[in-house]
């Protein structure tokens, strides 16, 4: 099970911080991806982290603006969202990818998914 939080309503240039905690430590051996969807569009991804914190990707909408990180040993892992912009508003989820060996920034590879976050960012 996975429980998101830290949503909420932001003006525009501002901060956020996203987290993900994981019912079970088998997580912690695996990839965590972080996507959204926004009203009437499907649902996108955002950035995914390897198992030991190794390797990050970003969608080229969070590069620069986002951080992805995880704290294996509280089963956490974490979006901090700066510079937020409208087009950001969106439930964020963060979702498992049952390997080690590599990420993806596809929503079909993912295994296990939390209920989302809903951020909300005004102009």
């Known amino acids: 099970q996975l429980v998101e939080s830290g949503g909420g309503l932001v003006q525009a240039g501002g901060s956020l911080r996203l987290s993900c905690v994981a019912s079970?430590?088998?997580?912690?051996?695996?990839?965590i991806g972080w996507f959204r969807q926004a009203p009437g569009k499907e649902r996108e991804f955002v950035a995914y982290?390897?198992?030991?914190?190794?390797?990050?990707y970003y969608a080229d909408s969070a590069k620069g603006r986002f951080t992805i990180s995880r704290d294996n040993a509280k089963n956490m892992v974490y979006l901090q969202m700066n510079s937020l912009k409208p087009e950001d508003t969106a439930v964020y989820y963060c979702?498992?990818?049952?390997?080690?060996?590599?990420?993806?920034?596809?929503?079909?590879?993912?295994?296990?998914w939390g209920q989302g976050t809903l951020v909300t960012v005004s102009s």
């Open positions: 979702a498992v990818y049952r390997t080690w060996e590599v990420g993806s920034a596809h929503a079909s590879a993912y295994h296990y």
């Open positions: 079970t430590r088998t997580f912690n051996s695996y990839v």
């Open positions: 982290i390897m198992w030991n914190s190794v390797s990050t």
